[in-house]
């Protein structure tokens, strides 16, 4: 790694980088982040290279405390666009096929950093009605698992399914980024794996960006995990195994990203918790059976009108676990957001948690938890798993500080 040099040409040289990579085709990705222009919410901006109606143009996501934003620019539109959001940003980390730029800017100097890459197999995304795919039908693993045929062809009653993997590792692929730069060894747990569509697409998706990734699919069906870990040693997925058990019976020693979708009920209350106590960098969840608060609520005067019908006291007890989830997360140290991740066309089982961890804690913030238990008192919910497992924990770690 080389400083290039300090000083007022230091964008400059940036910016010249950064139009030969277009012109050359070595643009890989784009980050500005350390936003602090009028948009309060803004807080890091990610472009991309893709191909819209054969043109090449940027995709550019916006990414906000809550949501997301993505729109597609020309080249030239782009170049501006960048121009106009540097003068707001601190900090822009330039990725070329070969070499990274990182430009830092502060009140005292501007810093310009160029470090080598190791070559990585970049994908054209093509965008005629199709969003980018970070994955390639010609992979044999997907012909194992059912997805495409022996002419690397998608089997049309398995179309649902590809979307919702690409639709995944899209989400998951732009969450990695908020990952620390210098980690490239990534230690994953998915929980309730089943037949390793997911695990399998994680895993290909990391090796294709350069990463080492070491992951444990964890399913309680026996003929899964032993179909799912033939499928890994036939193509040769060395650092890709799978363990026959559940949250509860696997514990692993070292976790950077915990994956729960679909776990049942309090299952993904055990998944989140195994992922804050082992200090995952992400989490990532899609809550499904939400069972534990319903038979606890107790609907407020005012909200008794609506909450009379079946349906919609479903649906309140849903957001009410998934909103209490989100907010311990917050709680812990993580940033989080709850979204439709794929359309109720393909599953109704569509909404993701995803936290990413921003910084240490001992104790919870005490404010969130205020806000926590106003919640509960007002829907009169005396007990939420998640909750007690964190407290338990805390409990435990006071005992063992004990030297009474």
Sequence with gaps: MSIL??????????????????????????????????????????????????????????RYKTQDVTKNYALDEAVLQIQQLMAVSKQANLLLSDAELQLKKNKK???????????????????????QRHLNLNQ??????????????????????????????????????????EQKRLNIVDFGSGKGYLTFAMYDYLQQQGFQPHITGVELRHNLVEFCQHVAEKNQ??????????VRSY??????????????????DFAIHCGIRLGAN?????????????????????????????????????????????????????ETKVFEFIGLEHTSKNKMILAIKRKHVTE??????????????????????????????LVDQDRAGCRC
């Design 5 to 62: 040099q300090q000083g007022s040409e230091q964008e400059q040289q940036w910016f010249l980088a950064l139009k030969q990579a277009l012109d050359e085709k070595r643009f890989e990705r784009l980050i500005l982040s350390q936003y602090h222009g009028d948009d309060a919410e803004l807080e890091k901006i990610i472009f991309k290279m893709v191909e819209l109606q054969q043109q090449v143009k940027l995709s550019c996501t916006y």
């Design 109 to 131: 100097k501007v810093q310009l950093i160029q470090s080598k890459r190791q070559p990585s197999n970049q994908i054209t995304a093509t965008h005629n009605r199709e969003k």
């Design 140 to 181: 044999a693993y997907l012909q194992d698992l059912g997805i495409s045929d022996q002419n690397a062809k998608l089997i049309p009653s398995m179309a649902k399914k590809w979307k919702q993997i690409n639709k995944f590792t899209e989400i998951f692929a732009n969450a990695v980024i908020d990952l620390p730069t």
């Design 237 to 246: 997925f060395k650092h890709l195994s799978f363990f026959e058990g559940d």
């Design 251 to 268: 514990q692993p020693e070292k976790l950077d990203v915990m994956v729960a979708l679909h776990a049942c009920d309090i299952a993904t």
């Design 282 to 334: 992400m989490i990532m969840c899609a809550p499904c059976c939400h069972k534990e608060l319903r038979p606890q609520l107790s609907s407020p005067e005012v909200l008794k009108p609506m909450l009379q019908f079946g349906i919609h006291q479903a649906q309140q007890a849903e957001m009410l676990t998934d909103s209490l989830r989100a907010l311990l997360l917050n709680a812990y140290g993580y």
């Design 364 to 393: 919870p913030d005490a404010k969130i938890m205020q806000q926590i238990e106003a919640l509960k008192t007002m829907y009169g919910i005396h007990q939420q798993s998640l909750q007690r497992l964190l407290e338990d924990e």
